[in-house]
């Protein structure tokens, strides 16, 4: 199931954090690039000192511990949530009721 689950991801091309087991760490904001028989790559980025550093690991399929993906978020610096009010006139969509003025 996991095999299957990690092809998903690969092909959405989706962010993702994975647990490796055997290492005993997280890897956050990663790309899996490909799944090859038992073999994931992942590749990610680093910083430190005010460097980045971009990274490409290949791991087995049985040292991914945990795959876990965002799915949704909101700006902090943004006080003003927006609605659906501010959506296009196209999307919106409004609730129907019952005429009750009908005789």
């Known amino acids: 199931m996991l095999h299957r689950k990690i092809y998903q991801l690969c092909t959405e091309g989706r962010e993702v954090s994975v647990f490796?087991?055997?290492?005993?760490?997280?890897?956050?904001?990663?790309?899996?690039?490909s799944l090859e028989g038992d073999l994931v790559?992942?590749?990610?980025?680093?910083?430190?000192?005010?460097?980045?550093?971009?990274?490409e690991e290949m791991v087995r399929l049985e040292s991914i511990g945990s795959?876990?993906?965002?799915?949704?978020s909101v700006s902090r610096?943004?006080?003003?949530?927006l609605v659906s009010d501010d959506?296009?006139?196209a999307e919106q969509i409004y609730?129907?009721?019952?005429?009750?003025?009908?005789d």
């Open 87 to 89: 959506c296009p006139e």
């Open 77 to 81: 610096l943004s006080s003003e949530i």
């Open 20 to 33: 490796l087991r055997d290492q005993q760490r997280w890897i956050d904001n990663a790309i899996i690039l």
């Open 41 to 55: 790559t992942i590749r990610y980025e680093t910083e430190e000192d005010d460097e980045v550093s971009s990274w």
């Open 67 to 72: 795959v876990s993906t965002k799915l949704s």
């Open 95 to 102: 609730p129907h009721f019952p005429d009750s003025n009908q």
